[in-house]
């Protein structure tokens, strides 16, 4: 992870995003950079003011020499505020124009008068701000150094006596500019630690909240399937079961027997509703074999119930799909199945599982189920679908799918979700 700086100019300073990257902890002045490149703007403008005021004031060099310095600083300003001040970080590879141009114009400054050295109080910081990587930086301090000293030696004279003078000072120089260098350097690789650090930490909170919420609301509904098997369930069964054994005795008039059978009736259709909400607040019956074979458990145990044939395909290999994908597409079969129970009176029920790759050959795509029947069918436009339903398209929806119903009245129902594969990563 690497951090991009906006140096674009403004009252407002830089900006700086964070982004993965291969680069090392130099490919972006980021950190403590970041944070004071506002100052570093101020800074070259009062050193290029510094040092045109001191060009004008000085009496040891001629008027032309004043001439050259001024003009030295000013294109150095120049070339500061086109390639660096006004060019926003993120399109530009390196300010590779300007550092070359402040490493002849120190040379030229400090051949002039020494005085001008005060040119490394800027450029050396500069060295490590506008590289990308330490390497570059240490090479650009080598080159600013060595600039400086020929510069020097150029006003001095080459000789033996002026170099063993002027040559400590400038390694004693290089070698604190290389040093802050390394030692910034190790704080922005530390702060991009720290970064990625905090965004995992902020990942596995977010994915805890949310195994922690689906958690909860699995444990409510599996309570409220429970409620509704011990009470409702129950009760209508115990409805059933006293309205048979009323409507067997033989003394029953046939008008209270014809009531008896009218309870009944409302008794197992009501029993069939509990049982399909039950069906549906279960817990998803996944166990860790993967979407097919809960499919095939959810149909056997639905012919189980109802006596209706259940056929399965599975048309495309399905492994790897994500735990919260296997959700959505089950709860929509156990919704499919739970309206074919409740309104359909179908001979015959189809379930398929089928995955349609984005491309020839390519991972992902999209991976669906359809619940097909033969019973009564419905009109879709006079019917707008329960609650169970409008759930379930909520889910699809929320986990990037989509949902299509199509019926016709005595020709059946087909209900279809596609959701995104959602390939689980392998660890």
């Known amino acids: 992870?690497?951090?991009?700086?906006?140096?674009?100019?403004?009252?407002?300073?830089?900006?700086?995003?964070?982004?993965?990257?291969?680069?090392?902890?130099?490919?972006?002045?980021d950190g403590m950079w970041a944070s004071t490149i506002t100052g570093w703007h101020y800074a070259m403008w009062g050193i290029t003011a510094l040092g045109i005021l001191t060009a004008l004031t000085l009496d040891e060099v001629s008027r032309g020499e004043?001439?050259?310095?001024?003009?030295?600083?000013?294109?150095?300003?120049?070339?500061?505020?086109?390639?660096?001040?006004?060019?926003?970080?993120?399109?530009?590879?390196?300010?590779?124009?300007?550092?070359?141009?402040?490493?002849?114009?120190?040379?030229?400054?400090?051949?002039?008068?020494?005085?001008?050295?005060?040119?490394?109080?800027?450029?050396?910081?500069?060295?490590?701000?506008?590289?990308?990587?330490?390497?570059?930086?240490?090479?650009?301090?080598?080159?600013?150094?060595?600039?400086?000293?020929?510069?020097?030696?150029?006003?001095?004279?080459f000789t033996w006596a002026n170099a063993r003078a002027l040559a400590p000072q400038m390694l004693v120089s290089m070698g604190f500019s290389l040093l802050l260098g390394w030692w910034i350097s190790r704080i922005i690789e530390q702060s991009h630690d720290r970064a990625a650090l905090i965004a995992e930490l902020d990942r596995t909170r977010v994915a805890l909240a949310e195994a922690n919420h689906q958690e909860g609301i699995a444990q409510e509904r599996?309570?409220?399937?429970?409620?509704?098997?011990?009470?409702?369930?129950?009760?209508?069964?115990?409805?059933?079961?006293?309205?048979?054994?009323?409507?067997?005795?033989?003394?029953?008039?046939?008008?209270?027997?014809?009531?008896?059978?009218?309870?009944e009736d409302v008794a197992r259709a009501n029993l069939a509703e509990a049982r399909a909400l039950v069906a549906a607040f279960s817990p998803a019956d996944l166990d860790g074999a993967g979407l097919a074979d809960a499919v095939q458990r959810l149909a056997r145990r639905f012919e189980r119930e109802t006596a209706t044939p259940v056929t399965v395909e599975?048309?495309?290999?399905?492994?790897?799909?994500?735990?919260?994908?296997?959700?959505?597409?089950?709860?929509?079969?156990?919704?499919?199945?739970?309206?074919?129970?409740?309104?359909?009176?179908?001979?015959?029920?189809?379930?398929?599982?089928?995955?349609?790759?984005?491309?020839?050959?390519?991972?992902?795509?999209?991976?669906?189920?359809?619940?097909?029947?033969d019973g009564a069918g419905f009109d879709p436009t006079c019917a707008a679908g329960g609650f169970g339903l409008a759930m379930m398209r909520r889910r699809v929806h929320e986990a990037g799918g989509e949902v299509e119903l199509t019926s016709a009245l005595g020709r059946g129902t087909v209900?279809?979700?596609?959701?995104p594969f959602g390939e689980q990563e392998e660890s």
């Open 66 to 157: 004043r001439l050259t310095a001024g003009v030295t600083f000013l294109v150095l300003l120049a070339l500061y505020v086109i390639e660096i001040q006004r060019v926003p970080w993120s399109e530009r590879e390196a300010a590779w124009a300007y550092l070359t141009a402040a490493v002849i114009g120190l040379g030229v400054a400090c051949a002039i008068h020494p005085t001008f050295t005060l040119l490394l109080f800027i450029v050396y910081p500069q060295a490590w701000l506008f590289t990308r990587t330490l390497r570059q930086g240490a090479v650009v301090t080598a080159l600013l150094t060595g600039s400086a000293l020929f510069g020097m030696l150029e006003g001095y004279g």
């Open 415 to 419: 209900l279809r979700a596609w959701v």
């Open 222 to 263: 599996a309570r409220m399937a429970g409620e509704i098997h011990d009470t409702l369930a129950q009760g209508f069964t115990s409805v059933v079961m006293l309205a048979q054994a009323a409507a067997a005795r033989p003394q029953i008039p046939d008008a209270v027997r014809e009531r008896l059978t009218a309870i």
């Open 1 to 29: 992870m690497t951090a991009e700086l906006d140096a674009s100019a403004g009252p407002e300073g830089p900006r700086t995003r964070v982004s993965a990257g291969p680069e090392g902890p130099l490919a972006r002045a």
């Open 314 to 373: 599975v048309t495309d290999a399905v492994d790897g799909l994500m735990p919260s994908t296997q959700v959505v597409l089950l709860r929509a079969v156990q919704e499919g199945l739970a309206n074919v129970r409740r309104h359909a009176a179908a001979h015959q029920v189809s379930v398929r599982l089928t995955r349609s790759e984005s491309e020839p050959g390519a991972r992902g795509g999209r991976v669906g189920i359809e619940v097909r029947d």
